[in-house]
């Protein structure tokens, strides 16, 4: 039995440690709502978009897109500045996922590096446009994965789970596989504020409840939309050498120019992972139905169904991380394909035939 | 004899008991309130079914255990890793918390249970999950209670439970993360209020058994207190909530018909698993807890109790029950062994839920958080570690059990562990000690195919420099057949004369042992021949 005297030294380490505890969460506490409270910087794009749609605090909203558009534009309740700052944080956040443009990443993106494995992942990749992708026209995109059009079709039933997945717990599943990170918690900032983008879109486009648009989601391409050739590995590298070489590289692992994302990788640690919906052996419509309304860059919907299908093919066959539920061996096998494949790639491939020229690397990727 | 006189003795014989009786049913009322915030947070948020199906488990599979298994010590009820195992195998087969789900989470149950039997049945199958060492067992319990820790951090701060199965080592990082920065400050005041409560309460001898009810009352009143003050809905504390609807019995079906039949076939993998990581948890349980408490139970009864309970508790909507290890550590720490505590705990539940639902209602999750982490803390004890560290091999085996909580799973520490305890007994058995003096070549251990290579190696060594050698195997305790194929052949050949320097009572009483057998004497191991002694010479 330990002495009297231990027994209270114990005691009053544990209430130390305890109180210390307590201490370091209201200082923690205290420090986010300071965040909360200070004025936004935004990137130049955010600034560019928000201020288009007429972001301000105020009794009333109406869509200036939607009036220029239509002639004529509903009214609906404002926003507090407190809402015009969560906003305008989520369009920062979706913009430059990783922080790169931000003075303080950890504080002004809370901490979303945190949450992604990897240097590449953004939001933007995906869901360009920060979320909303028009053409010169402002004409918003079929399949272009718009995040307003997503909260409208909030809280819907996942078709593979027939799990009810609030527009919070779709994010978490952006986290999970495509940036093969972490799950923020629910009740996290930096859900919320994205959440509040989204929902801010909708008002800025005039969307509506509950309803289906185009813009929504991905359009996806089974093979039965295809002229039955089947899917092919061989045709998917040769397209992918010719289309997407250029900005992904010839390892598809993506292109970095002074420290920042030109084009993100499309296989190896930085890209999304096996259990994503964008892998073609889990779900192998949806990367097809991506790549035809979104890729390459400036020329959208060139290629054909079947050409989709097989560069998508040709991209998941490459080395990539697995999933987190996939377990411990599968991992290790990822790591070692990825650790030991792009250099013997290297070696039997001749050096210097494929190289790309510095010129062709287009200026404006991401 | 009279009325006043019979009613004397009875007094007498209350009062004679009432300490005991008394410590039964404090221990039986604290097993209650820590097995309730389980049994609803793992039916709810791991099994993915509604909270009467853990709670009826803490109840009814409580109650059959007891009856069934005569350990004193044993606590049955809902179980983290087979709830997890139920949600992870029917989430690809129905949507939670539906009619469909309960049916198929049932039926599981009742094929784990029909799994389990087989394992009652099958003699050998049984003595497998002996085979589980203590260092894999104390491995076990260290991880599991930093995984209860960590599993409760963030109810603890106030958030939403994190689900997803990930790495746990990594989610701990974050929640604690995410408690610090966006946890409910108010749910961590109240959790560390009955944490403080129960270290400070537990000092005290006298109060000692009673220290997790203060604490949870101490957390109750101060939860209570800023909800009249500032109100539930600004503090946002999250309660245990209305279980008023839950009755005494609620008997059903598991789901078995020609449209389920597809997705039954489907989920019989998970039913073994489930089946598996139950029986594990409860033989190593089992035999950890009673060696602590100076008992032996044999495995067997462990396996029938646990077996025979999960093919009823389907029929009352109840989650399959297996040893809890951390409700088992505190029936220990509480130092009252008695099957009429544990059976107490079900009853006491049982009369919290049908009568007492309005008064459980408001005990504040976070205070329930913080008891749980108390356990789990108090699972990793520095005594039952320290004697595993002494010794290389066991320090293996124990941090690999440990380790693989962590990284792996409850399934896969058990494998791991085993393998590695397994790997060195079979190492030493593989390793007589063989010692040559002038031409008597000793052999100390067992002559059988693992072995065979390294007495081979010194066998023609000596027979090379002495030109013949005599075999002594006075210590052999034990050869298989290839053993006996090999002598026989060494003997063919004439370099080799056999030794048996055994004592001669021993000799005798192997003779004795050996008429015995062939006249039929030795009652019911006649006509089977002992593997053992056919092999001596």
Not at chain 1, 29 to 36: A, I, K, P
Not at chain 1, 108 to 124: D, K, M, Q, S
Not at chain 1, 187 to 215: P, Q
Not at chain 2, 420 to 441: C, D, F, M, T
Request: proline share 5%; glycine share 8%; charged share 15%.
């Amino acid at each position: 039995m330990p002495t009297p005297a231990g027994k209270l030294t114990r005691i009053v380490l544990l209430l130390l440690v305890l109180g210390g505890i307590y201490l370091l969460a209201t200082q923690k506490h205290m420090q986010r709502e300071e965040d909360r409270q200070t004025t936004v910087a935004l990137t130049p794009a955010c600034a560019a978009k928000l201020g288009r749609y007429g972001l301000a605090h105020g009794e009333h909203y109406q869509s200036p897109y939607a009036l220029q558009r239509t002639g004529a534009s509903i009214t609906v309740r404002g926003y507090s500045e407190e809402d015009v700052r969560a906003i305008q944080r989520g369009c920062n956040i979706v913009d430059d996922t990783q922080g790169h443009l931000a003075r303080d990443a950890g504080r002004e993106r809370w901490n979303t590096t945190r949450f992604i494995r990897g240097t590449h992942a953004n939001c933007n990749h995906c869901h360009q446009g920060i979320g909303d992708k028009q053409d010169a026209d402002g004409n918003r995109l079929k399949g272009s994965l718009n995040l307003g059009a997503s909260w409208v079709m909030a809280d819907m039933y996942d078709r593979f789970t027939g799990l009810l997945l609030p527009f919070e717990l779709r994010q978490m599943q952006c986290y999970i596989n495509s940036s093969n990170g972490y799950k923020p918690n629910i009740a996290d900032d930096v859900i919320r504020d994205v959440t509040a983008y989204s929902r801010f879109l909708s008002a800025a486009l005039e969307l509506k409840m509950g309803s289906h648009y185009d813009e929504q989601g991905i359009d996806e391409i089974a093979a039965s939309a295809t002229p039955k050739q089947g899917d092919d590995y061989v045709r998917g590298e040769a397209l992918y050498r010719q289309k997407c070489q250029n900005c992904h590289g010839r390892q598809a692992f993506g292109l970095e120019a002074n420290g920042r994302v030109v084009a993100p990788a499309l296989a190896g640690p930085n890209s999304w992972n096996m259990q994503s919906r964008n892998y073609f052996y889990y779900v192998s419509t949806i990367l097809p139905g991506f790549i035809c309304r979104n890729m390459p860059l400036g020329e959208e919907n060139t290629l054909s169904n079947q050409e989709c299908r097989d560069i998508a093919y040709y991209i998941s066959n490459l080395p990539r991380p697995a999933g987190d539920r996939q377990g411990p061996l599968v991992a290790l096998q990822q790591q070692i394909l990825m650790t030991v494949m792009p250099p013997l790639m290297r070696l039997t491939e001749s050096a210097g035939k494929h190289e790309v020229p510095a010129e062709r690397v287009p200026a404006r990727v991401q | 004899m009279k009325f006043p006189a019979v009613a004397l003795k009875y007094k007498a014989i209350l009062w004679r008991h009432w300490p005991k009786s008394y410590g039964n049913l404090v221990v039986g009322l604290t097993l209650a309130l820590v097995t309730l915030p389980q049994a609803v947070a793992f039916s709810v948020t791991l099994a993915g079914v509604p909270p009467h199906f853990g709670i009826y488990a803490a109840i009814w599979g409580v109650l059959f255990c007891v009856m069934l298994n005569p350990s004193r010590i044993f606590h049955g009820g809902p179980n983290t890793a087979m709830s997890a195992t139920i949600g992870v195998t029917l989430l690809p087969v129905a949507p939670p918390f539906g009619a469909e789900y309960m049916g198929y989470a049932l039926t599981l149950g009742l094929m784990a249970g029909l799994i389990q039997l087989l394992f009652f049945l099958i003699r050998p199958l049984g003595r497998m999950l002996d085979l589980i060492s203590e260092p894999v067992i104390n491995g076990m319990i260290c991880g599991i209670g930093l995984f209860l820790i960590f599993k409760s951090l963030t109810t603890f701060g106030g958030l939403p439970l994190n689900t997803e199965v990930e790495w746990p080592l990594w989610i701990a990082w974050q929640s604690l993360q995410a408690v610090l920065e966006i946890g409910n400050l108010y749910a961590i005041e109240v959790g560390l209020i009955t944490l403080i409560t129960c270290v400070i309460v537990q000092q005290f001898d006298r109060l000692r058994n009673m220290a997790i009810l203060f604490g949870i009352a101490a957390g109750t009143l101060y939860s209570e207190y800023l909800s009249t003050t500032l109100g539930l809905q600004n503090t946002l504390i999250e309660q245990i909530g209305n279980l008023s609807s839950i009755g005494f019995i609620s008997p059903s079906l598991p789901l078995f018909n020609q449209e389920a039949m597809p997705d039954v076939i489907a989920i019989v993998p998970g039913a073994v698993t489930l089946a598996l990581l139950g029986l594990f948890q409860t033989v190593a349980a089992m035999r950890r807890m009673s060696r602590k408490v100076g008992g032996f139970t044999d495995s067997r009864k462990a396996i029938f109790s646990d077996a025979v309970s999960n093919c009823l508790l389907p029929f009352l909507s109840s989650l399959p029950t297996c040893a809890s290890f951390n409700r088992m550590w505190l029936v220990h720490r509480l130092g009252i062994h008695s099957r009429i505590a544990i059976a107490s705990s079900a009853l006491w539940l049982l009369l919290l839920v049908l009568f007492f639902a309005p008064l459980i209602a408001v005990i504040p999750m976070p205070a329930m958080a913080a008891v749980i982490i108390l356990l789990g803390a108090n699972m990793i004890n520095w005594e039952d570690i320290k004697p595993h560290l002494a010794d290389r091999r066991e320090t293996v085996v124990f941090m690999a059990s440990f380790l693989s909580v962590l990284f792996l799973d409850l399934f896969g520490a058990v494998v791991v562990g085993s393998v590695l305890a397994i790997a060195y007994s079979k190492w030493e058995q593989a390793h007589p000690n063989i010692s040559l003096r002038g031409n008597v070549l000793k052999i100390r251990g067992n002559i059988y195919y693992g072995s065979l290579p390294v007495i081979e190696a010194t066998y023609y060594s000596a027979i090379e420099r002495e030109g013949s050698v005599i075999l002594d195997f006075s210590d052999c305790y034990y050869i298989d057949q290839e053993g006996i194929r090999w002598l026989a052949a060494a003997k063919a050949r004439q370099k080799v004369d056999f030794a048996d320097r055994r004592r001669k009572q021993d000799r005798r009483a192997l003779e004795r042992r050996t008429t015995a057998d062939e006249n039929g004497v030795s009652g019911q191991r006649r006509g089977k021949p002992d593997r053992r002694q056919r092999s001596e010479f």
